[in-house]
Each structure stands twice: as C-alpha cells, then as structure tokens.
C-alpha cells in the first residue's frame, strides 16, 4: 500500500481508506448503504489492515452515531494499528445547539465521538459542513482547545467552498490555531466539479484531498449501462436523492469508456474509475467502502498498479466538461493560461 502526506501536515495515510457509512444502518439513507454490525465490521477491518489500510473514516450522523459505535467495538484491542476520522457539524437532533460547529457544538460532539469510539483521542476531526452561523475564530479556537488537551491529533473539512476555506485558512495563519490539512470532497469520473477551485486551494494552502463517494454515488459499479434500467437490487433506487446530480449522457458516455479499458486490462470498472482518482493533484487518499468482503477485496484491487497516459486520457476526455466562469477562460484562451495555467 502506497501511503502519502496529509496535505502539507506530516500526517502519512493510505492512498485507500474505508469509509464507515454501512456500520449500523439506521434510516432510510444508510439503512440503504448497509447494516453491518460489529462482528462483520471486524472482518472487514482486518481485511483493510492486512492490504495497509489503516485510515477508518466515519460520521456521528452516520445512523445517528452507530456507525461510530461498530467502528469502535471493531477496533477494540488495537487502537495503536489505526487512525480514526469522524466528522460532525451536521444536526444530529432538534435541538438549537445540536447543529454547526459552535464551541458547545464542537466540545459536547467531540467527547461523545471519543465515547462511542472508544478511544481518548480522535486522528483526524473534520468539519462536516460550514457554519456560517459562528465566527471562523471561534471554531478555530475551539478546535486548538481541543488539539492542545490531546483529544485530536489534526483537523480538516468537509463540502467547503472555496472562500469558506480560504477564510478559515487566513484566520488560523492570524491567530495561530491549526490550519486545516484535509478536504473530504465529493469527486469522480462523473462529477469533475472539485478541479475548478478546490484542487488549486489544495495545491496553493496545502490541503490535501480525502475522496469521498468515488464511484459517482454508486454508479460507477459496472452495473449501470445506457437504455438499461437500473438493477434490481441497487441502493440507487433508495438513495439518488441524496447524491450529487449526475448528467445521465455523462455518466454513459463515462461508462462506455471504463467497459472498455476494464475489457483491455482485466481490471473492473470500480477499479478503473478509483485508480483514475488516485493519479489526481491533491488527491491524498480515496474513501471506498463495501457491504461484504467480496466489494472490499474487490476495491482494494484499485491501488498497486497504474493506468496508462493513453488510458488517463481516453477517461479525461470521457469526463470532461465545460468550467463554470470564472474558470473557463483559463482552459480556453492562451493569454489566461499563460499567467494562470490550469492544475489539470
């Protein structure tokens, strides 16, 4: 297993990390994903840590907390041979304090996600989403409160935008508190949106690239084919609501091109599309996730081997679309790109 830096901090993670998401299974979101329970979910732990993967990723909205709970008894005994990334901010209750990223918010979310882990200190802490609501100061000053009593070792984000970042960013450098190091965001062969700004942030401030949902929400499974309904069986049915929208020619046209090279090389489509992501500026590792043992082994075959140039290109050309203004004038006109070259 390939490990590589955290952004600019010295933090080292697996290229291939799992994401937690189907560890509990409450409701109708991640009731879809899965319902693994804690003696499954120890399988597939031992599974990651015998490939290298050792970076667990969860949520405490993640089946309002179970999905903590079952990673936590999974990890039971070896705390040493894993690091753990939750995230919190999203509303986990009714009340007005159980959403954002106040002080109480972040002091009261973090002690009950040590709890349910079952640890006395969390890896990587990740805001789930941006409080416009609190002051970037406070929240910064909370989580270096927190970084300083040792219960989190680095702190990163999670669907910021750009300027949202970026302010927090400036803020820490000014006050001193701990920059963010990590952005888990939403990126695939279907939705490229993340290259306009973000990855140039990410190049710029140092913040490296956690991937999640790389497989465009479940449709880059090899399942999906133009005029074809979607399986019987598939969480798409339950759950494509809740995703990012995906231009459906897009997505065929994407597919067609994977079938391909998946037929050329041998390898699955899943594969394809996770190796795609793993050649990406900023990308510091990909989030996978799985059911059963047979998904994991499955995506775990993503990394240990490279797609072509010619490939790279055939799947770039597939995916490609057109950047929104500001950004289009960079990757058309030559004056913008000579002062300004495009990252990819």
């Excluded at 999203?90 to 109480?104: D, F, K, Q, T």
């Excluded at 995906?246 to 090389?265: F, S």
């Amino acid at each position: 297993m390939e490990y590589r830096r955290l952004g600019s901090s010295g933090l080292k993670v697996p290229v291939l990390s799992f994401g937690a998401g189907t560890f509990g299974g409450k409701g109708p979101l991640f009731g879809a994903w899965g319902s693994t329970d804690a003696a499954e979910a120890r399988r597939l732990v031992d599974i990651c840590l015998e490939a290298g993967v050792n970076l667990f990723d969860t949520a405490d909205v993640y089946s309002d907390g179970a999905s903590e709970e079952v990673l936590g008894a999974a990890i039971k005994g070896r705390r040493d041979d894993v690091m753990l990334s939750t995230k919190l901010s999203l509303p986990v209750g009714e009340g007005p304090n159980a959403a954002g990223s106040s002080r109480s918010r972040l002091i009261s979310g973090v002690e009950k996600a040590l709890k349910r882990l079952g640890t006395d200190y969390i890896d990587l802490l990740q805001l789930h989403a941006f409080d416009a609501g609190t002051p970037v100061e406070e929240v910064l000053s909370t989580l270096d409160t927190l970084v300083r009593s040792g219960k989190l070792r680095y702190v990163g984000v999670s669907n910021f935008s750009g300027w949202q970042l970026m302010k927090s960013l400036a803020a820490a450098d000014r006050q001193g508190y701990p920059r963010y190091v990590a952005n888990q965001v939403y990126y695939s062969l279907v939705g490229r949106d993340y290259e306009w700004e973000l990855m140039p942030l990410g190049l710029d401030q140092g913040v490296g690239a956690l991937v999640w949902s790389p497989l465009g929400w479940g449709r880059l499974t090899g399942k999906i084919r133009r005029g074809e309904p979607w399986p019987e069986g598939s969480r798409l049915h339950d759950t494509a609501a809740f995703g990012p929208p995906v231009d459906e020619e897009k997505l065929y046209d994407v597919v067609e091109v994977l079938d391909a090279i998946a037929q050329e090389t041998g390898k699955t489509v899943p594969q394809i599309a996770i190796n795609w992501l793993l050649r990406r500026p900023t990308v510091s590792s990909v989030i996978i996730g799985a059911r059963n043992e047979e998904q994991l082994r499955q995506n775990l075959g993503a990394a240990g081997w490279s797609l072509t140039p010619e490939e790279v290109a055939r799947l770039d050309a597939a995916s490609a679309t057109t950047a929104p203004y500001p950004y289009f004038p960079y990757y058309r006109q030559e004056g913008f790109a000579r002062i300004n070259p495009p990252v990819v």
